[in-house]
C-alpha cells in the first residue's frame, strides 16, 4: 500500500514524539495557543494513551471505520 503524503508525514511525526506527545503539543501552533490561555491541562488529557479499551479498526473491504473492544488496558 502506498502512503498519501499526509499519511508519510504523520508517522513520521509519530515516529519522533511517539515517547512525548505532550512535548509534541507544546511546539505545535494551536498547542502554544492553549497553554497561552491556561488550556494545559486539556494538552495532559489529550496525551494521554491506552487509557479507553478500544480500537478503531478499518474494514478493508468496505473502508467503513469500526470500534473494537480490546482487554489489555
Known amino acids: 500500500m502506498q502512503l498519501t ?13 511517539k515517547n512525548d ?4 503539543f507544546n511546539i505545535t501552533k494551536n498547542g502554544k ?3 497561552g490561555i491556561d488550556h494545559f491541562h486539556d494538552l ?5 494513551i491506552d487509557t ?5 479498526r478499518l474494514n478493508k473491504e468496505d ?7 480490546i482487554d489489555w488496558i
Request: overall charge neutral; some cysteine.
Open 44 to 48: 495532559d488529557f489529550c496525551s494521554n
Open 52 to 56: 479507553v479499551p478500544v480500537l478503531g
Open 21 to 24: 506527545i505532550r512535548g509534541m
Open 63 to 69: 473502508s467503513s471505520v469500526y470500534i473494537q473492544k
Open 5 to 17: 503524503d499526509s499519511a508519510y508525514s504523520s508517522m513520521i511525526h509519530y515516529q519522533y514524539f
Open 33 to 35: 495557543i492553549l497553554v
